[in-house]
Structures are given as structure tokens and as C-alpha cells.
Nanobody, 124 residues
Framework: QVQLVESGGGLVQAGGSLRLSCAASGRTFSSNAMGWFRQAPGKEREFVAAINWSGSSTYYGDFVKGRFTISRDNAKNTVSLQMNSLEPEDTAVYYC?????????????????WGQGTQVTVSS
């Protein structure tokens, strides 16, 4: 498994931006795809974005609509999520996850390692 630690969450006004980061340690980081998921109170966990092992391919949830960008730095063992034009509906705990596969995946079943989560709150 991979140990993952997220950072960068916080409180932001609607229309603002946040950048989430996830630091990984453990198995070879560059061998696996990475993803971001989120969970709001009373709702199921939702896929946000994923990136393949090399960073050449990305995949986003439908609700993102060009507002978020996932990226990775294999030299630094980090994956980031740049979130722009944030909306109150984006309020949730955001989780970083490491996949068992090399290709970007939306299904949480393909991820075997999860961070502790970071809270993002968007005020209206």
C-alpha cells in the first residue's frame, strides 16, 4: 500500500480557488494512477478526478466542467488538484487515493490506498 497525506483544504468564498496536494510514500509512486474523491455530509463518496501513472492522461467527474485540474510530479511523489470557480456544492471532504492500476479510473474499487481527507468549505 501507499501512505497518503492530503493538505491544502480550507474555507473559501464562492468563485474562489484552492489547491489540494497529496504526498505519497511507500510503493513506487510512479507505477500507479492516482485519484481524488470527495464526500459531502449525508452523501456517497463521489469521483472527482484521476490521472494515469505518467500524467499523460486525466479523467474528471461530470460535475467538474473544466473547473478542476489534476496533476502529478513523480519526482516529488505528489499529486495535486487545482480547483477554480468553486461553488458551495463543492463543499466536502476531499480524499486522495492510489490506484492498483496504471490507467486513470473513476471507480473507487480500483483504489487500495486512501488519505485521511482534507476539508473544503465553500461559502456563498
Amino acid at each position: 500500500q501507499v501512505q497518503l497525506v492530503e493538505s491544502g483544504g480550507g474555507l473559501v468564498q464562492a468563485g474562489g480557488s484552492l489547491r489540494l496536494s497529496c504526498a505519497a510514500s511507500g510503493r513506487t509512486f510512479s507505477s500507479n494512477a492516482m485519484g481524488w474523491f470527495r464526500q459531502a455530509p449525508g452523501k456517497e463518496r463521489e469521483f472527482v478526478a484521476a490521472i494515469n501513472w505518467s500524467g499523460s492522461s486525466t479523467y474528471y467527474g461530470d460535475f467538474v466542467k473544466g473547473r478542476f485540474t489534476i496533476s502529478r510530479d513523480n519526482a516529488k511523489n505528489t499529486v495535486s488538484l487545482q480547483m477554480n470557480s468553486l461553488e458551495p456544492e463543492d463543499t466536502a471532504v476531499y480524499y486522495c487515493a492510489a490506484s492498483l492500476l496504471t490507467t486513470a479510473q473513476a471507480m473507487s474499487a480500483f483504489y487500495d490506498s486512501w488519505g485521511q481527507g482534507t476539508q473544503v468549505t465553500v461559502s456563498s
